[in-house]
């Protein structure tokens, strides 16, 4: 297992599930729970005949950050795409259930608990979805994750990480924007349907998923973050996404609240004006909607340092 340290600098991108998950929290601190030693895999595709992994290619587990405790869900794309099926679903479903209860637990024993030391839940994304050697499973499990989303507002918040390969796609992708904060890296993607499946049924001409630039001019972290999908972009390091977890930790849930993307009917009338705008445009790439949003230079933007782009970038007020 790589050191701690070691982890911090390391790309978020090409970082593995495991490795996000314990690099996110603070040193030592982190504890799997069902992990591969517990060898609980999925019934569905050895029925099938196919490989399973002995985690079902999801990290889930608790640990700390400064008086926080963490619980972190983390997808493997690596394996089968980070599709979840049962044993994924329930993994996440009992991580968020884990998490809920012992804010209440907390809240039943202490009158004055501080907002550092209750909980969050932090979902690093990396799929495109449901599995679908298990799709009634797989989307059962989907449901079942909204649901405890649901049952977390106003409780515990629930950040998504999105900054690895295979982005958040599908049915993950509705997830992602159900929680309470997005934190994204340039390099992380987030839609509900992928590049492929748009150009498989809309055809190359409407949208050629191996224009890798066009991808991510679309689907990718400086896109979302300008359209207010990400609520913040960071490096793609898993230092950087810890930092911002961190600087999020203690926050109260009245400011998780506000930063949240859907969920008051402010915030419809915004998504609907948003499409409203999207009708009217009719634009033909991300950086007309850029150039929309007040930056002069949009294409300009593309290619901009990191820094440099947070530093003048305009996001889109609808």
Do not use: C
């Amino acid at each position: 297992m790589t050191n701690w340290t070691d982890l911090q600098p390391r790309s978020f991108l090409e970082a593995s599930a495991r490795d996000r998950a314990i690099g996110l929290v603070d040193e030592g601190s982190f504890t799997e729970l069902a992990g591969p030693f517990d060898r609980v895999t999925s019934p569905h595709l050895a029925l099938l005949g196919d490989a399973v992994a002995f985690d079902d290619g999801i990290v889930t587990g608790v640990g700390k950050i400064g008086r926080t405790p963490v619980f972190v869900i983390s997808q493997e794309g690596r394996f089968i795409g980070g599709s979840v099926g049962e044993i994924g679903g329930a993994k996440m479903v009992n991580t968020i259930k884990l998490a809920i209860d012992f804010h209440d637990d907390l809240v039943a024993q202490f009158d004055d608990l501080d907002e550092e030391e209750k909980p969050l839940v932090v979902i690093s994304f990396e799929t495109g979805g449901v599995r679908l050697h298990e799709a009634n499973a797989g989307l059962l499990a989907h449901a079942e994750v909204m649901d405890q989303l649901q049952k977390a507002r106003g409780k515990v918040p629930v950040i998504a990480l999105i900054g690895s390969k295979v982005g958040a796609f599908g049915g993950m992708g509705f997830v992602a924007a159900a929680t309470d904060v997005i934190i994204m890296s340039e390099f992380g993607r987030l839609g509900l349907t992928g590049p492929e499946v748009i150009e498989q049924e809309m055809g190359k001409e409407e949208f050629d998923a191996s224009d890798r630039a066009l991808v991510y001019r679309t689907t990718g972290g400086r896109h979302k973050f300008i359209m207010g999908d990400a609520n913040f972009l960071v490096e793609n390091t898993v230092a950087a996404f810890r930092d911002q977890v961190s600087a999020l930790a203690g926050l109260s849930i009245e400011a998780f609240e506000e930063m949240r993307r859907i969920g008051s009917p402010a915030k419809v009338k915004a998504q609907l004006r948003a499409v409203a705008l999207a009708a009217e445009m009719q634009p033909s790439d991300a950086t007309d909607v850029w150039t929309r949003a007040g930056n002069t230079d949009a294409h300009g933007l593309i290619d901009l340092p990191l820094s440099e782009f947070l530093a003048t970038v305009r996001r889109l007020a609808v």
